[in-house]
């Protein structure tokens, strides 16, 4: 072989090497594969490249599931146990069971205004003057949340909607 070609075949190799390992990989599910398109569309936001594009697949999987209190699975889930079926999915993470026990046993506190992707976030949907949240979601971006209502099942909301916005307690960092 002529020796004027190596580098031409090294530089060929190195470019089909480097655009096989590209981040635009589609993301599997239970569905079968999700593109960072229809994850957007699903979640209502713009995903990213920069976005942990594992959240929203895993989270993707338990969108529609069925209010359960108690429940912790694909079939019926209620807000903690589908923060904490995410985390550990996701990030390998062992949370507490209920919204009250991850915030004080599992999150530093954050503000409003500092949250980022993958922080949670609390509330106190009753009247009660308990200062322990009673539900809990995961923060996405642009004001939006992914969590297990008790009338809708897992779903996609806003925190300037109205009732959050009157249920607010605080943000979490997972520590």
Not at 99 to 106: F, P, T, V
Request: hydrophobic residues 35%.
């Amino acid at each position: 072989m002529n020796h004027r070609i190596y580098p031409f075949l090294l530089l060929l190799f190195s470019l089909v090497l480097a655009t096989s390992c590209g981040t635009r990989k589609r993301i599997p599910t239970s569905h079968g594969m999700e593109s960072r398109a229809e994850l957007s569309r699903r979640f209502g936001v713009r995903i990213t490249p920069e976005d942990h594009l594992y959240l929203y697949a895993e989270a993707s999987k338990w969108l529609g599931t069925p209010y359960r209190s108690g429940g912790n699975t694909l079939r019926g889930v209620d807000c903690s146990g589908f923060v904490v079926a995410v985390f550990r999915e996701v990030y390998g993470k062992k949370l507490a069971r209920t919204s009250a026990g991850i915030l004080k046993e599992n999150c530093r506190k954050v503000n409003r205004s500092k949250l980022r992707e993958g922080h949670l976030v609390f509330f106190r949907t009753d009247n009660k003057k308990k200062k322990e949240p009673n539900h809990v979601g995961i923060y996405l971006k642009n004001g939006k949340f992914v969590h297990a209502s008790s009338s809708k099942g897992v779903m996609v909301s806003n925190l300037s909607e109205p009732y959050y916005v009157r249920a607010w307690m605080t943000g979490g960092e997972v520590k």
